[in-house]
């Protein structure tokens, strides 16, 4: 008997993410919730339709100095810079609890190459440790803020983005998706890129850059200075990212970026999103991606829809 | 028995009270079974402010008290957090998830003497502490250290307890006018001795240094902006004095807020950020 | 006798903003306080730094069609579409209470071609009817967002940046300011074109793109579907920009996003502004703008600071 | 005398009285006494809902009755906002700007016959309209229309006055089984009558068509999204059937919220879009 009858009885919440079936649209972002061990104790995380782990490299990396976090008006800033266990350590000690409760994975990697990517996504394809792969392009807490020029992401480079998707590409026969910076003048370029290098689908967003400077002390409030902004405060401007790339995509998007309510996730799906992913929120209400869930599955009753593909990308201009 | 990590509970608790016991420090005592049956002394709690989306993170918040069905939080207003709270009347119900964290260890039996040093409101997690180490026979003294006598808080408490009290004021405005680092020294702590502290950063660090000058235990309760609560954003860190990469960062939330302070890198802790 | 003695006694707040000499730092952003006379009912206006207008435009403009807000966590999205006045009417009718009253006057100009601008600039300056001119070249809001691509702004476009700024430049003699968009990968390019331009400052931010889907109706909030974010939720976005700038820059910027107090205003300078802007936050509190103003004085009180200027760029990192 | 605009004030108000007085529709009574002496029927005041940041917007709310010192609020909880000004304890104080906006002539005598439309919350500016009209001597006919019975507000309020009051109810619940402009109809308004109409947009336009239908006065209240009150974000803006582009809209804070109805554009106006 499945775990939880009444999520797989309503088959209706299914959505193929880019050749990940994924049984309900309902994942989490990367970076807010761990290696999903974290959360199980307050809901059963084989419910989403797939839990996202926090960006893997090949390295265990300790991150940025301290302080990494603060609070802004209806957000937060972090500069945690990627602090993980590195690859093996997952693949010994994160990914078998993943594998026995029986969750979808979406594998995030980090890399600082193609070639490193290819490793990462080899590996966890080897292990079985992941059901698709995502690829972040776009940490914007990598990079030495103090150098005069803005650190160059490879997500705000379209060429850098098609020569290290099709070298992911050629390395997985998982479903692979690529995840971006908002930092871009016009989120179409990045997005077509990604397509252009053969991957499943895009994820949108990664925080925005912003910083925070503490007047009493005059300095800046994230050792690192510049961090990057998530939560509900830039949901907007997520909702419009992902309803731009829609519009010329055909490859699938996972939507990010202050989603706290199924309300909030709807927005997302009417914008084009075949998948969503609750993060920041998490913070607040550690169930919020199942709230998130069951709102979504009240929705469809309220609104008689008989499956949620039927939201996707279903605003009404 | 180490306090934690055990089960953790995400309950909607009633505030049964919440009074201002001094100047802008505050109790609130709420009812929550759960949380209170599995909380150990130095353990925390993530509460939410406000029930709109402003704050967006919740406040971490020791537990000062344990009781039976209920919990008691001693708390200063130190910002918009911390002034919703204070404004929240009895009768309503707040969303409180814990208990989190790595608290005191009250059982070991290694140290004859046992020294407890607040400082200002860092005082907030002693109360619990003092009462489970007399509960098994140990009667620790403590040292209540404030900027003024107003912030002294807690020296009823343990003086019926039966602690001895020690209390120092930055003005003499009550007690002796000292750091709590210099009482500490003065009370000759040895290798027999386990120190607790919890209070600012530099007050931490002073203690600590005193302490292990002194050639005692030292254990620090630590603060840090925190996201989650639960060691999954990594925000709450603190340099840790392991070499290895994958050590270098303790998350003050689960693998504290108690640590040995030998675990601590303090030098490489920037107490201009400090919060 | 000066209107209010208690401001003109603090010599320490007066900055020179790239030729027009403020009293203060503080002034409003554009299109968040009408022509001043508004909000003359609250405070005296007088007292600001300077006024900066609504962005004037060569013919009245009766802007988008309405819904053009929506509340965002934080924040809102606006889709006016720069309805105003028009130049004209300006002139005769606006302008003269402004003068009137001795407001120093920052006169926002909006308009579709460098010739338009030219004839906007000019005619402030021959008329008086303003101290400085800000030009908006990346008002969100004035193209149809349905077009598959996403709009592209003057200030999107470094070279075009360059080839107004210098045409609006040799049209007027008074201080010019060039208004940017957030909406590019790196704040410093069109920061340093408007440099290139011989603009005399640089006003960062205008609003962010976003969107707001109603999932009642799987409609649109604003019927011209994107709007422009501004409001708390965007300061660290826009404190960042203006640290960013600030350091590649040598003429004087205008910080603007989500400033509501003093603290958040000292934050701009200390990034690296030389005057900030108040703007959403008047929506709320309208009297904001005076508020942060007086806050500033008692944070130089209480820090023992003697000119405002010292904090001009003044973060320790 | 139309009402506004005069003098605006910004005045932090003491909650007298907030309280429940049907299934989520509050009154709340405010001491105001510098916006109560200006305030005209049909005006309105922008609230603060939240000391905090968030909702950031205020609420625009009509004033329901006006006082010596005081006004009264009635409203609908519909969403964050009004839910938060629903759990203002009276004491407390909230920041309120106001009178604003153009209000009811109260003081025309071109009509011999005055009707009040309302559909449910929109009631809430009449009150002070009755209550106006019957001070110098107009005894206006009120027609409350509302989806059931429970949303039926302020029925004895006019008929205290001397009101003749028809109610009607999407549901047959209460009164009639019909809509406010059907009532309106069936009263049989003429060139001498005066209609205001308050309510949700889609019962302000068939209202209004059958008032002019009849060869009526109809003066409508409408309702925006506003971000300023002040006529100067230009949000709030309706399409007007002026031609001229200068004129094509009307900001419903500053123009209105009363609007003569020929002055609206309703064909303009998208009904999906509508708060
Ligand atoms: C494990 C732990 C236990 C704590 N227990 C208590 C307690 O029992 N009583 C008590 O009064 N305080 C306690 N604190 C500190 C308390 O969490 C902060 O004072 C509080 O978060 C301030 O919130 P604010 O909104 O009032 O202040 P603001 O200054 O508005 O806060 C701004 C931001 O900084 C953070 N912040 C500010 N000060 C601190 C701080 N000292 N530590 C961590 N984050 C901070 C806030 O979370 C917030 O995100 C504890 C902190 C930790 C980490
Ligand atoms: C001039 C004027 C006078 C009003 N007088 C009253 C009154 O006396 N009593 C009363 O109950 N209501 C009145 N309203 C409507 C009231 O302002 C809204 O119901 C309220 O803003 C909803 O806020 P919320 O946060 O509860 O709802 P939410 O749905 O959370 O609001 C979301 C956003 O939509 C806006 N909004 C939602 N509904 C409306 C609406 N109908 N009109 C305008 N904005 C809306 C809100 O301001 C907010 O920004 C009036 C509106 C206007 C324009
Ligand atoms: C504390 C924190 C850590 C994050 N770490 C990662 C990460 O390791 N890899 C990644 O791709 N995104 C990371 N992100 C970005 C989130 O996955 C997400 O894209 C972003 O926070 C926007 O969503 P939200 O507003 O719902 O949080 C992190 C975000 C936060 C807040
Ligand atoms: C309702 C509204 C109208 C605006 N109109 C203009 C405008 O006409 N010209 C302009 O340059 N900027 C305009 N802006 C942008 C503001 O001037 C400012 O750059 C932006 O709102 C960010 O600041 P804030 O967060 O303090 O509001 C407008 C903003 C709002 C909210
Ligand atoms: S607060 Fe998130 S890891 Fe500690
Ligand atoms: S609400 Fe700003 S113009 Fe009407």
Same mark, same amino acid.
């Given at each position: 008997m499945p775990r939880d009858a009444t999520d797989t009885d +309503?088959?209706?919440? =299914?959505?193929?993410m880019g050749g990940l079936p994924m049984k309900n649209p309902v994942t989490v972002a990367s970076g807010t919730f761990g290696y999903g061990q974290e959360y199980n104790q307050y809901f059963?995380?084989?419910?989403?339709?797939a839990v996202t782990t926090k960006s893997l490299s090949l390295k265990v990396r300790a991150g940025?100095?301290?302080?990494?976090l603060v609070e802004t008006p209806a957000g937060l800033l972090n500069?945690?810079?990627?602090q993980n266990v590195g690859i093996e350590t997952y693949l010994s000690e994160k990914a078998p609890f993943l594998r026995k409760q029986g969750a979808t994975i979406i594998g995030n990697i980090y890399g600082h190459s193609p070639d490193e990517y290819v490793e990462l996504a080899s590996r966890l394809e080897q292990e079985s440790a992941a059901d698709a792969i995502e690829a972040?392009?776009?940490?914007?807490?990598?990079? +030495?803020?103090?150098? =005069?020029s803005g650190a160059v992401l490879v997500s705000q480079d379209p060429d850098a983005i098609i020569e290290y998707t099709k070298a992911i590409r050629s390395a997985t026969t998982l479903p692979l998706f690529i995840k971006l910076s908002?930092?871009?003048?016009?989120?179409q370029e990045p997005a077509l890129a990604v397509q252009e290098g053969g991957a499943d689908g895009v994820c949108l967003i990664n925080t925005l850059l912003g910083m925070s400077i503490n007047p009493?002390?005059?300095?800046?409030?994230l050792s690192n200075i510049v961090g990057g902004l998530s939560g509900p405060a830039i949901r907007p401007v997520a909702v419009k990212m992902v309803w731009d790339a829609a519009r010329v995509l055909s490859i699938p998007i996972i939507g990010t970026g202050g989603i706290c309510t199924a309300n909030d996730a709807i927005e997302f799906l009417l914008a084009g999103a075949t998948a969503v992913s609750v993060g920041s929120m998490t913070f607040r209400q550690p169930d919020a991606p199942m709230q998130v869930l069951d709102g979504i599955k009240t929705y469809l009753k309220q609104h008689r829809i008989e499956r949620v593909e039927e939201l996707i990308g279903a605003m009404e201009v | 028995m180490t306090g934690g990590p055990g089960a953790r509970f995400l309950s909607d608790c009633e505030v049964l009270a919440n009074d201002e016991v001094a100047p802008e420090q505050w109790r609130m005592r709420l009812r929550a079974p759960s949380i209170a049956a599995e909380a150990k002394p130095g353990q925390f709690c993530m509460m939410?402010?406000?029930?709109?989306?402003?704050?967006?993170l919740r406040r971490p918040m020791c537990f000062e008290q344990i009781f039976d069905q209920e919990v008691t939080i001693l708390y200063k207003v130190e910002g918009e957090g911390t002034a919703l709270m204070a404004g929240t009347p009895p009768g309503q119900r707040i969303q409180v998830q814990g208990p989190l964290g790595i608290g005191f260890d009250?059982?070991?039996?290694?140290?004859a003497r046992h020294i407890i040093v607040a400082g200002g409101i860092g005082v907030a997690s002693f109360p619990s502490l003092a009462k489970a180490l007399t509960a098994r026979g140990v009667i620790p003294e403590v040292i209540i250290a404030a900027r003024?006598?107003?912030?002294?808080?807690c020296e009823d408490f343990f003086r019926e307890l039966g602690c001895e009290v020690h209390v120092a004021t930055d003005d003499g405005s009550?007690?002796?006018?000292?750091?709590a680092c210099d009482v500490l020294t003065r009370l000759k702590p040895d290798s027999d001795t386990r120190v607790y502290a919890c209070g600012p950063m530099i007050m931490m660090k002073t203690t600590s240094d005193a302490a292990i000058a002194a050639g005692a235990n030292c254990v620090v309760s630590l603060e840090a902006q925190m996201?989650?609560?639960?060691?999954?954003?990594?925000?709450c860190v603190v340099e840790s004095t392991e070499e290895a990469e994958g050590e270098a960062m303790v998350r003050v939330c689960v693998d504290g807020p108690?640590?040995?302070?030998?675990?601590?890198?303090w030098a490489a802790h920037n107490l201009a950020y400090a919060p």
């Amino acid at each position: 008997m499945p775990r939880d009858a009444t999520d797989t009885d +309503d088959m209706n919440l =299914a959505v193929n993410m880019g050749g990940l079936p994924m049984k309900n649209p309902v994942t989490v972002a990367s970076g807010t919730f761990g290696y999903g061990q974290e959360y199980n104790q307050y809901f059963d995380i084989t419910r989403l339709g797939a839990v996202t782990t926090k960006s893997l490299s090949l390295k265990v990396r300790a991150g940025n100095k301290p302080p990494r976090l603060v609070e802004t008006p209806a957000g937060l800033l972090n500069a945690i810079g990627l602090q993980n266990v590195g690859i093996e350590t997952y693949l010994s000690e994160k990914a078998p609890f993943l594998r026995k409760q029986g969750a979808t994975i979406i594998g995030n990697i980090y890399g600082h190459s193609p070639d490193e990517y290819v490793e990462l996504a080899s590996r966890l394809e080897q292990e079985s440790a992941a059901d698709a792969i995502e690829a972040n392009l776009s940490c914007p807490n990598v990079h +030495d803020a103090k150098t =005069a020029s803005g650190a160059v992401l490879v997500s705000q480079d379209p060429d850098a983005i098609i020569e290290y998707t099709k070298a992911i590409r050629s390395a997985t026969t998982l479903p692979l998706f690529i995840k971006l910076s908002p930092n871009v003048a016009d989120i179409q370029e990045p997005a077509l890129a990604v397509q252009e290098g053969g991957a499943d689908g895009v994820c949108l967003i990664n925080t925005l850059l912003g910083m925070s400077i503490n007047p009493k002390t005059r300095r800046p409030r994230l050792s690192n200075i510049v961090g990057g902004l998530s939560g509900p405060a830039i949901r907007p401007v997520a909702v419009k990212m992902v309803w731009d790339a829609a519009r010329v995509l055909s490859i699938p998007i996972i939507g990010t970026g202050g989603i706290c309510t199924a309300n909030d996730a709807i927005e997302f799906l009417l914008a084009g999103a075949t998948a969503v992913s609750v993060g920041s929120m998490t913070f607040r209400q550690p169930d919020a991606p199942m709230q998130v869930l069951d709102g979504i599955k009240t929705y469809l009753k309220q609104h008689r829809i008989e499956r949620v593909e039927e939201l996707i990308g279903a605003m009404e201009v | 028995m180490t306090g934690g990590p055990g089960a953790r509970f995400l309950s909607d608790c009633e505030v049964l009270a919440n009074d201002e016991v001094a100047p802008e420090q505050w109790r609130m005592r709420l009812r929550a079974p759960s949380i209170a049956a599995e909380a150990k002394p130095g353990q925390f709690c993530m509460m939410l402010t406000n029930p709109t989306q402003y704050p967006f993170l919740r406040r971490p918040m020791c537990f000062e008290q344990i009781f039976d069905q209920e919990v008691t939080i001693l708390y200063k207003v130190e910002g918009e957090g911390t002034a919703l709270m204070a404004g929240t009347p009895p009768g309503q119900r707040i969303q409180v998830q814990g208990p989190l964290g790595i608290g005191f260890d009250t059982d070991d039996d290694a140290f004859a003497r046992h020294i407890i040093v607040a400082g200002g409101i860092g005082v907030a997690s002693f109360p619990s502490l003092a009462k489970a180490l007399t509960a098994r026979g140990v009667i620790p003294e403590v040292i209540i250290a404030a900027r003024h006598a107003h912030l002294i808080l807690c020296e009823d408490f343990f003086r019926e307890l039966g602690c001895e009290v020690h209390v120092a004021t930055d003005d003499g405005s009550l007690g002796e006018q000292a750091f709590a680092c210099d009482v500490l020294t003065r009370l000759k702590p040895d290798s027999d001795t386990r120190v607790y502290a919890c209070g600012p950063m530099i007050m931490m660090k002073t203690t600590s240094d005193a302490a292990i000058a002194a050639g005692a235990n030292c254990v620090v309760s630590l603060e840090a902006q925190m996201a989650c609560g639960d060691g999954a954003c990594l925000g709450c860190v603190v340099e840790s004095t392991e070499e290895a990469e994958g050590e270098a960062m303790v998350r003050v939330c689960v693998d504290g807020p108690v640590f040995d302070t030998t675990r601590i890198d303090w030098a490489a802790h920037n107490l201009a950020y400090a919060p």
